[in-house]
């Protein structure tokens, strides 16, 4: 599953204004209900804070991954934001995340929220890949690194 197929040109942010992980839990969320409405926006963030009290979704290198569950959806859906300033997201590495892509998976599914889970963190652990969404102008030219590198 192509990474693109997924994450709506709406559903993407240049520059998210939260400076707490909550509220880029809540922001995330809200970008995300740009392109899926129908979702209520509290069980979301009540599925992402609940996945956040596990272990963190900061991977490192600047990215974090929020991701969550929910029994009435019926197909994976993401956002994607970008703080430049950076938000101390408890990742692994100790440094603040930038770059942020939200996943919400139907409850049943596993392998497949499993696997675009895996190639959202192949996409980011590309260095250029990275530099080039951290200095991208709009959310268009986001959209459009993502489309560009997911065709490769």
């Keep these: 599953m192509n990474i693109v197929e997924l994450l709506n040109s709406e559903s993407v942010e240049a520059e998210i204004k ?34 956040e009290r596990l272990g963190s979704t900061g991977i490192g290198e600047g990215v974090a991954i929020p991701h969550g569950k929910l029994k009435d959806l019926d197909q994976l859906i993401l ?23 939200l996943l919400l998976a139907p409850e049943d599914s596993i392998s497949i929220h499993l696997k675009t889970l895996a190639r959202i963190s192949k996409l980011l652990k ?27």
């Design 79 to 101: 956002s994607f934001g970008r703080s430049k300033a950076g938000v101390d997201f408890d990742s692994m590495d100790g440094k603040p995340a930038h770059l942020f892509f």
């Design 18 to 51: 939260s400076t707490t992980k909550d509220n880029v839990l809540a922001e995330m969320t809200d970008v995300l209900l740009r392109s899926a409405p129908e979702l209520n926006r509290n069980e979301v963030l009540t599925v992402l804070r609940e996945r």
């Design 126 to 152: 590309d260095q250029d890949v990275r530099e080039q969404l951290l200095t991208a102008d709009t959310a268009a030219a986001i959209y459009q690194i993502i489309q560009e590198k997911e065709s490769v």
